[in-house]
């Protein structure tokens, strides 16, 4: 019994890690729209370290993340990272506008006219689990580097986790001795 019991166990767990998409990726071009109708590509900040959080505007874990991301920014933004955030509940742009006026990130915050867009980015379907926050983080070369699992990732939503990684991927490179 013991041994069907582990076995269940390990698979559901490799089950969770295929679902995972390789790492690290290019990151796709994808268009932000913010409330105001500005539009934002994704790339126009290569170069930056970006975290980008897939959120709910009325999602309580979603807004404290906004809040952590504000606090990053001030920390780390004059060494190159950006956190950009879209939303992905309906009707968006009318939730937008409500979050902002009441959280007041520090960085944009959009959303896809598309939820396909949002499952393609995350490489999730309709018919999967997940929760939100998502976060990906992208590197200065436009690589995906690191993503929540589909429930989520302690790593990447620890506030002192991200604050590493963050500085990590600042970092200037290390040039190693021949």
Same mark, same amino acid.
């Given at each position: #019994? ?20 390789? #790492?690290?990726? +290019? &990151? ?15 790339? @126009?900040?290569?170069? +930056?370290?970006? !975290? ?17 991301? @504000? ?5 780390? *933004?004059? +060494?190159?990272?950006? /956190?950009?955030?879209? &939303? ?12 902002? %006026? ?17 499952? $393609? ?9 997940? !929760? ?6 992208? $590197? ?6 690191? %993503?929540?699992?589909? %429930?989520?990732?302690?790593?990447? %939503?620890?506030? $002192?986790? #991200? ?7 600042? @970092?200037? /490179? +290390?040039? *190693?001795?021949?």
């Amino acid at each position: #019994m013991r041994t069907l019991a582990l076995f269940l166990a390990l698979s559901i767990a490799s089950l969770s890690l295929l679902a995972q998409p390789p #790492m690290p990726r +290019k &990151a796709p071009e994808i268009t932000i729209l913010e409330p105001s109708g500005k539009q934002t590509l994704l790339s @126009s900040f290569k170069g +930056k370290v970006v !975290v980008l959080a897939f959120i709910m505007t009325t999602c309580p874990h979603c807004q404290a993340e906004c809040g952590v991301l @504000s606090k990053l920014q001030s920390e780390l *933004g004059s +060494k190159g990272f950006q /956190p950009l955030a879209i &939303a992905i509940n309906d009707p968006t742009g009318p939730l937008v506008t409500g979050f902002m %006026q009441t959280f007041h990130p520090s960085f944009p915050v959009g959303y896809l006219p598309e939820r396909q867009t949002v499952l $393609d980015y995350l490489h999730v379907s309709d018919n999967d689990r997940w !929760v939100v926050p998502q976060l990906v983080v992208i $590197d200065r070369k436009g690589m995906i580097v690191a %993503q929540s699992a589909p %429930q989520g990732s302690e790593e990447l %939503q620890n506030e $002192d986790k #991200m604050r590493k990684l963050l500085i990590d991927l600042l @970092s200037p /490179p +290390k040039i *190693g001795k021949s």
